[in-house]
């Protein structure tokens, strides 16, 4: 009786469904991997009906698949004045998604805490949701 929220990692699909059949509390966020190439739709949809919010685990990618040097977030980067990283970051904010960077630099720091102060329009979140890949990038799923 003095559980009022619990947060969970790597449910996915019929394991998080598993989960909510049979728990008394909804979990509040569910905690897996997220990010430009591996976003998670189908899954984030079930958790929105559910009422489970999604948070990104490795919102950049950890740096992999040449994320930096991707020629479509180069494009809406330069186009907005901004970084790879407040794109990718961007990207998943405006969808709700909640993103916790790690960074130990103070100006990457500083830099992720700036991408609320813009928006991404229609076709530059579609020119990033291409770039689904449908697979984990470290061989887990």
Same mark, same amino acid.
């Given at each position: 009786?003095?559980?009022?929220?619990?947060?969970?990692?790597?449910?996915?699909?019929?394991?998080?469904?598993?989960?909510?059949?049979?728990?008394?509390?909804?979990?509040?966020?569910?905690?897996?991997?997220?990010?430009?190439?591996?976003?998670?739709?189908?899954?984030?949809?079930?958790?929105?009906? @559910?009422?489970?919010?999604?948070? =990104?685990? &490795? +919102?950049?990618?950890?740096?992999? *698949?040449?994320?930096?040097?991707?020629?479509? %977030?180069?494009?809406?980067?330069?186009?907005?004045?901004?970084?790879?990283?407040?794109?990718?970051?961007?990207?998943?904010?405006?969808?709700? @998604?909640?993103?916790?960077?790690? =960074?130990? &630099? +103070?100006?990457?720091?500083?830099? *992720?805490?700036?991408?609320?102060?813009?928006? %991404?329009?229609?076709?530059?979140?579609?020119?990033?949701?291409?770039?689904?890949?449908?697979?984990?990038?470290?061989?887990?799923?």
């Amino acid at each position: 009786g003095r559980l009022r929220a619990i947060g969970i990692s790597n449910f996915l699909g019929d394991r998080y469904l598993d989960l909510v059949n049979h728990c008394k509390i909804i979990p509040a966020v569910n905690q897996v991997e997220t990010h430009v190439f591996r976003q998670q739709q189908k899954l984030r949809g079930l958790e929105c009906q @559910i009422g489970t919010k999604h948070e =990104s685990w &490795s +919102p950049l990618a950890c740096g992999q *698949n040449r994320i930096w040097k991707n020629p479509v %977030l180069l494009e809406i980067a330069g186009h907005h004045n901004r970084s790879v990283s407040q794109i990718a970051l961007r990207f998943l904010t405006q969808q709700g @998604i909640v993103v916790i960077p790690k =960074s130990t &630099s +103070p100006g990457h720091m500083k830099e *992720n805490l700036t991408v609320l102060e813009f928006d %991404l329009d229609p076709e530059e979140m579609q020119a990033i949701g291409r770039l689904e890949e449908g697979r984990s990038l470290f061989g887990w799923w």
